[in-house]
Each structure stands twice: as structure tokens, then as C-alpha cells.
């Protein structure tokens, strides 16, 4: 067996160098020989071999089951080859992408090679023989309707006939087309290409119109009319927001405008783009200058684009003028612990007669903490907070230094050595709410001048109970009927110039010293009746108290704040039972409003 082996191997040597030599003679035909010898090469072991595997066979020992012997053994060749036939054809395709020739000693594989780079051949070949008959037909199909080119050939006179009514044609249809004539009030408004687009133009400008003037609106049939015929190309619109456009126009009830709101509320309406915001712009300018910080609108401010009632567009200058105006608005107060009548009515910039009449019905003389008082206030349309850096120079206050006096009451000082006021130079953030100063921040401070200390001397002995306290309360209760100033006379016997308040009350209503001080007076007076004069001393203030009934203090005495000094009449020129009460500084009448 050793013998036979080794006799084939060196045939199948001998056969691998003539296909060595062959492969370098002819290299088309190297792969089928190269498969041909690796065949000789493998089938011969496999001849010589197959005898020792029978043997081997034979000697193993009987297993279970022959049939599933045979099943597994086939199902494992079956999958062994199919793996190494795809692993061989995945080579293959690997090798033509590179575009190398893949090569293979086994002569199947070398045919079906041989075949495959024949196909591109076949297929140039295919595509020569079809392409040759293509051109022989269309050779002949010339040649025929050259032929018949020539039996049908026109006269001169009907080409040129049949040229010319076919560009005639052609101009009409670029030049002409069907339209539709709008026309309102015998007005031609525009032509479209349908009727359908006027309808729907129609349609919007009638919702658009009803939603601006707040009822419904229709269009006239016999006002809007429109016709179909043969119209010129550029006549016709065909954009319905044009047609729509100038509809509106001709119609005239409501108009495209930019609409400025401040805080909700439409001041005014322009039909010119950008001219709110440039006027909005403008404002601000005015209020600006090279150190401020910021302007800003407090209201919310806006422009928007919607359709608005002709009637409504007004020119710039009208709307500038409503952002600069005033409205009156409706203001209202709780009242405070503390709060007076006259008080309240100053903050806010009102007379305490201005004060009453919005607010008919309150006794000013007993406000109830919680009471919520009308004011009323005018508010800009427009407000403009603009902050501000300025710089000044800024009195830096002096210290005050006190030394006890025993030879003046407590509250009562006096001046020994006066003080002298420093100098810084102060940036400082400043805001101002249309023109009016709310806040101010100091952002530095560089003292300039250091102030000199002010020294006085305080009070220490007891003030008598008498002595006035500075200010002043009401003298009785009861309803004003006459205030400070020009009036008509009441009854003709009253003074046109009336120089303090009168408060009606029932009489015998007791009647209270509004501050403490020294009886000047007290008696009958001509058309005061009986009065009685309070000198409150040191303070410069004299108060009197006329029309009296009955006086219960007398000339040189002293009486404290709030002590009963008289009762209330109707003495003297008098329509009814009343207190006139006066302030008077330095001899000079005052309006009580504005102290008690």
C-alpha cells in the first residue's frame, strides 16, 4: 500500500509541474488545469486509504442504532460542504470586486469561471447585433418618409396660409383669456378670472366689516355687479386679497389700520406703517438725555394691525396729544389709625370740601378706621418711568449736641452755638414717574466740607398743663355748613369773605379750647355774638370761638387742650345755632382745614 502511494504521489507531482509549466505558457487555461490535478491529487489517497477505513470500521464495536448512525453521518458531510462551498463563494466575490481573476484547481469551478467572464462578451456582442438592426430600421423608415415627404409636399401659398392662422391663433390665446368685470357703484373695481373669487372676496369683506362696526353688514346686489367676457390677460387680477383690498376702498366703511394700546385701552389708529412706533420712539427721546439709565412705559404698550371703522383713523398729532393728557379715574383710601379729615384730603391734592362732596353723608368729624373713602385722581394714559445718574453737590447735616436748662419747659430749646451745614458731592440713581421724582438712590458720596456741631439748650421743667401743645383738634362736633373763603352771605347778614368754618349743631353743644393758651377774651363781641379768644402762647396762633350761648371761662385764664370753654348758640349776626371757629397766625386769618 506504501508502495502504491508513493507511485501516485509522484504522478500527481510530475502532473503539478507540467501544470506549473502550463499555467506560465497559457495563462486563460492555468485554472481549469490547476482543478484538474488537485482532483487527481485528492481522489488518489482516498482509493489507496479507502481500504484501512473499512477495516477501522469493522473493528469498531456495533452501535445502538445504525440508522441514525447513517442520518448523522450524512447530515454532518452535507454541512461541512455547504459551509466550505460559502466560504468559497464569499472568496470568489471578494476576488472579482478587487477585480482580480479568481483561480481554482478544481474543474467545475474553473468552468463555471469560464462561463461567467463570457457573459460581458455575449452581452456586447447582443448589444452590437441589436443596435445594427435598429439602425438598418431606421435607415428604411427615413427613406420612406422621405418618400412620402415628397407626394405630400404643400404648395407654397397653403403653408404659409396654415402658418399664419396658427400664430394668429397663438397671439390671441397669450393676449386674451375669460375674465370677470367687479364693478360697484358703477365703479369698475377690478377683473378676475371667475366669479367664484369675487364671492369669496365678498364673503370675507362682509365678516371683516361686521366684526369692525359690531353689527351686521351686508353688500348691495345692486350696488355690486360683475359681468363675463373676453378680457386682455393684464386686466386680470388674480390675487383675491387685492380684490378684496380694493373693495374695502370703494366700499369705505372700515380701513386697515395700526391701532396704539396703552394698558388694554385703543388711544388711536393710523393707516401709516412704523408711524406709532416712531412717534413712541419720539416721546422717549424727549424724556431721555445723555445720563439717563433707562425709560420705560409702565403700561403695557403695543401696536397692532387690524381693521377698524373709518371713522376711528385719526392723524398723529391727536393721538401724541391723548398720550400726554389726563383721565379722571375713580381712587379710593382706607382710613388709618391716625388719619384726619384734613389730612387725608392734602395728601391726595384736595380741598376737605372737594373731599366731602365725593363722599356725601361722612361726619369728618368721627372717621372710622377701615372707612374706605372715594378720591378723585387724574391718571395719564401714558406713564414714563425714566431713571436718571446725576450728580450735585449735597448739605451734609450737622450733629446737634443738647445741654439740660432748668429756665425753660420740656420741648422748649434754644440755639447756644449754631451749626454749620457740610458739603459732599453726591451720584445718585434718581426716579422719575412722568416727571416727578419717586425714589432716589445714593450710589456715592465724597464728603467736601465737614459740618460744624450745633450746640442748644432743652427744657427740663414740668409744662403746665395749659401750655399750648402745637397743634390744634377739632372744637366741637357737628356738620360744616360754611368754609374758608369767598361765599355767598347767608341771610344777607353773613360776611361774603368768611374767614374761618362754621359747624352747625344743635345748641347748648359743648364747645372745646383746640389748644391749650390764655383767655384774651371773653364776651360779647358785635356780629360774633358771644366770644370767646385763645392766646396760645409762644406759638404766634390765636383761635376764636363765636356765636356762643353760654361762656363758661373767663378773660386772663388759663385752659388746657380740649377743656369746655363755652356753649353752642346762634348770638349775634347768626342764621342758626353754630360755632364759628378761627385760626389765626400773627394777626392773619388761616383755613382751619389746613391745622386741625
Request: net charge neutral; proline share 4%; charged share 25%.
Amino acid at each position: 500500500m506504501k508502495q502504491e502511494m508513493t507511485t501516485t504521489e509522484k504522478e500527481s507531482a510530475r502532473s503539478g509541474k507540467r501544470l506549473q509549466s502550463n499555467r506560465r505558457a497559457a495563462p486563460g487555461v492555468s485554472s481549469a488545469i490547476k482543478t484538474a490535478a488537485a482532483s487527481v491529487k485528492r481522489a488518489a489517497p482516498r482509493a489507496v486509504g479507502a481500504p484501512a477505513k473499512k477495516e477501522r470500521a469493522e473493528a469498531k464495536p456495533p452501535r445502538t442504532s445504525a440508522a441514525d448512525s447513517v442520518v448523522q453521518g450524512w447530515w454532518e458531510k452535507i454541512r461541512t460542504k455547504c459551509t466550505w462551498m460559502r466560504r468559497r463563494c464569499e472568496r470568489i466575490i471578494c476576488e472579482v470586486r478587487r477585480h482580480n481573476f479568481p483561480e481554482s484547481d478544481r474543474l467545475p469551478v474553473q468552468l463555471a469561471l469560464f462561463l461567467w467572464n463570457l457573459i460581458p462578451m455575449l452581452a456586447s456582442r447582443l448589444r452590437e447585433m441589436l443596435g445594427g438592426r435598429r439602425r438598418q430600421a431606421l435607415r428604411k423608415a427615413a427613406t420612406g418618409l422621405a418618400h412620402v415627404e415628397q407626394r405630400r409636399r404643400l404648395h407654397p401659398v397653403a403653408f404659409m396660409m396654415t402658418g399664419c392662422v396658427v400664430l394668429a391663433v397663438m397671439v390671441v390665446v397669450s393676449m386674451y383669456t375669460f375674465g370677470t368685470t367687479v364693478t360697484y357703484d358703477g365703479e369698475v373695481i377690478a377683473v378676475v378670472s371667475s366669479e367664484e373669487e369675487v364671492e369669496t372676496a365678498r364673503n370675507r369683506l362682509e365678516k371683516v366689516t361686521t366684526k369692525a362696526l359690531g353689527h351686521t353688514f351686508t353688500l348691495d346686489d345692486s350696488l355690486l355687479q360683475y359681468s363675463t367676457g373676453l378680457m386682455k390677460r393684464q386686466d386680470v387680477v388674480d390675487d383675491e386679497v387685492s380684490l378684496e383690498e380694493d373693495l374695502t376702498e370703494e366700499v369705505g366703511l372700515v380701513t386697515n389700520a395700526y391701532c396704539l394700546y396703552v394698558g388694554g385701552e385703543r388711544i388711536g389708529a393710523t393707516p401709516y406703517e412704523g408711524a406709532l412706533e416712531e412717534l413712541l420712539e419720539q416721546l422717549k427721546d424727549a424724556a431721555t438725555d445723555e445720563n439717563t439709565i433707562s425709560c420705560e412705559f409702565a403700561e403695557e404698550v403695543h401696536v397692532r394691525e387690524e381693521i377698524v371703522p373709518t371713522d376711528e383713523i385719526v392723524n398723529l398729532g391727536y393721538v401724541a396729544e391723548m398720550l400726554y393728557s389726563t383721565k379722571t379715574a375713580e381712587v379710593t383710601y382706607e382710613v388709618k389709625k391716625g388719619d384726619t379729615w384734613s389730612q387725608i384730603a392734602q395728601a391726595h391734592g384736595l380741598s376737605s370740601k372737594e373731599l366731602l362732596a365725593l363722599n356725601p353723608g361722612y361726619d369728618i368729624n368721627k372717621l372710622q378706621i377701615g372707612e374706605i373713602l372715594t378720591l378723585s385722581a387724574s391718571v395719564p394714559y401714558l406713564t414714563m418711568t425714566v431713571v436718571q445718574q446725576e450728580r450735585y453737590v449735597d448739605d451734609v447735616q450737622f450733629p446737634i449736641e443738647y445741654s439740660d436748662s432748668s429756665d425753660m419747659y420740656q420741648g422748649d430749646y434754644k440755639v447756644v452755638s449754631k451749626g454749620e451745614y457740610g458739603a459732599a458731592d453726591v451720584v445718585a440713581s434718581v426716579t422719575y414717574v412722568n416727571g416727578q421724582e419717586t425714589d432716589r438712590t445714593v450710589l456715592s458720596s465724597v464728603t467736601l466740607k465737614e459740618p460744624v456741631t450745633e450746640y442748644r439748650l432743652q427744657g427740663t421743667k414740668p409744662r403746665p398743663t395749659w401750655y399750648p401743645t402745637g397743634s390744634f383738634r377739632w372744637p366741637t362736633s357737628g356738620r360744616i355748613t360754611s368754609y374758608f373763603g369767598g361765599r355767598k352771605s347767608p341771610g344777607g347778614i353773613g360776611s361774603t369773605n368768611h374767614k374761618g368754618l362754621d359747624i352747625a349743631a344743635p345748641k347748648g353743644t359743648p364747645i372745646y379750647a383746640a389748644d391749650g393758651g390764655t383767655v384774651v377774651s371773653a364776651g360779647w363781641q358785635g356780629g360774633y355774638g358771644y366770644t370767646v379768644k385763645i392766646r396760645h402762647d409762644g406759638t404766634g396762633y390765636e383761635t376764636i370761638y363765636a356765636h356762643n350761648s353760654r361762656l363758661l371761662v373767663s378773660a386772663g385764664q388759663h385752659v388746657y387742650k380740649g377743656q369746655q370753654i363755652a356753649k353752642m348758640g346762634s348770638t349775634g349776626n347768626s342764621t342758626g345755632s353754630h360755632c364759628h371757629f378761627e385760626i389765626r397766625l400773627n394777626g392773619v386769618p388761616k383755613n382751619p382745614l389746613n391745622y386741625i
